[in-house]
């Protein structure tokens, strides 16, 4: 038997992104499944954009007061009425096999919840590609969101992620947090004995943020929800959450190592780093000005990420801060 598939998009604001998924669903080879639109209060009207395709996609939509992805998340789930719940961010572009893939990966691949890699299309400007390959690479985050070979134990995220509805009802859903509610998920999945799988070839163009400035901003949530994370999930820690840290860190010694002892060995290891990221970057974009920026990009991401691990963990460890206390903004109350 086929499984059923309910695609659900939680949406705040984003109308021109909304209009590029949705277009690219109505190119589907496979035509047999529901889109679930949950806008989490968005401060401009989407309903236009959503007529556009309802006489040709199967598509639902509801409006709801803000509360952060996750929870809009299982608004909608709790409204699908198919097998298998399928969640995309609002910024991605699908491409025209991806609901046959998913099919076809189902029937294959025993799983209770899949993922899929992101990558970046060729249609996306210099500065996408740049923050795309920093959030991919492996100088970065060691190549787990774009290849299977890269983690044991895969850990689908929300922006391009399934799960089995009896299933994700059991555990609960997304957790209340507005950042880290997806690893947050996975990890449950897996406390309760269910089982993820990696599909490679299910993989979504992500848009992700367009400046540095926004992407150094939700690079450092992410940081600062990973301690969080640990607390919640002891037995999935690892050393290599931290390393972010560590680099930020011998970062400043390096300079504080140049400026005291008038030595630069701590700084030609970063400068060693910035040459191996430029050349990867180079060799995988094949383009002088994405590598450049990659570079920037990588070091923002490393930065940011960093420091709000670091800020995060001696909140929660040094302060005794409960996370609800330590960042506020990052929870909403069911």
Not at 37 to 55: A, Y
Not at 64 to 90: C, H, I, M, Q, T
Not at 116 to 133: E, P
Not at 228 to 250: D, M
Request: proline share 3%; with cysteine; hydrophobic share 45%.
């Amino acid at each position: 038997m086929n499984p059923t598939i309910s695609i659900i998009v939680a949406i705040f604001n984003r109308k021109d992104e909304l209009f590029e998924l949705l277009n690219s669903l109505t190119a589907q080879t496979d035509k047999e499944f529901e889109i679930l639109i949950v806008d989490d209060g968005s401060l401009i009207d989407l309903k236009p954009t959503i007529r556009n395709f309802e006489e040709v996609l199967e598509i639902q939509y509801f409006r709801k007061d803000n509360s952060g992805p996750g929870l809009s998340r299982n608004y909608g789930a709790r409204r699908a009425k198919n097998e298998w719940l399928v969640f995309v961010d609002s910024d991605v572009i699908v491409e025209t096999d991806y609901i046959g893939n998913i099919r076809k990966d189902i029937l294959q691949i025993p799983c209770d919840a899949f993922g899929g890699a992101d990558k970046a299309h060729k249609g996306f400007n210099l500065m996408q590609k740049a923050i795309s390959y920093s959030m991919t690479s492996v100088f970065t985050t060691g190549g787990i969101r774009g290849n299977k070979k890269a983690v044991s134990k895969f850990q689908p995220r929300s922006f391009n992620m399934g799960v089995k509805k009896e299933v994700f009802n059991a555990v609960g859903g997304f957790l209340e947090m507005r950042i880290g509610e997806d690893p947050d998920l996975s990890m449950t999945l897996w406390e309760n004995g269910y089982t993820t799988a990696f599909f490679d070839d299910i993989a979504v163009y992500h848009k992700r943020r367009v400046d540095f400035g926004k992407f150094s901003k939700q690079i450092y949530q992410f940081g600062c929800a990973r301690p969080i994370l640990n607390q919640r999930h002891p037995e999935y820690v690892k050393i290599s959450f931290a390393f972010p840290t560590l680099f930020l860190l011998g970062y400043l010694m390096g300079f504080l190592e140049y400026f005291i002892m008038g030595r630069g060995l701590i700084l030609a290891f970063y400068g060693l780093y910035t040459f191996m990221v430029l050349f990867h970057a180079l060799w995988v974009t094949k383009n002088v000005s994405i590598a450049g920026m990659a570079v920037i990009s990588t070091y923002i991401q490393m930065f940011s990420y960093g420091y709000g691990f670091l800020k995060s963990w001696i909140l929660l460890n040094v302060f005794r801060m409960k996370p609800e206390e330590a960042f506020p903004t990052h929870f909403h109350k069911k």
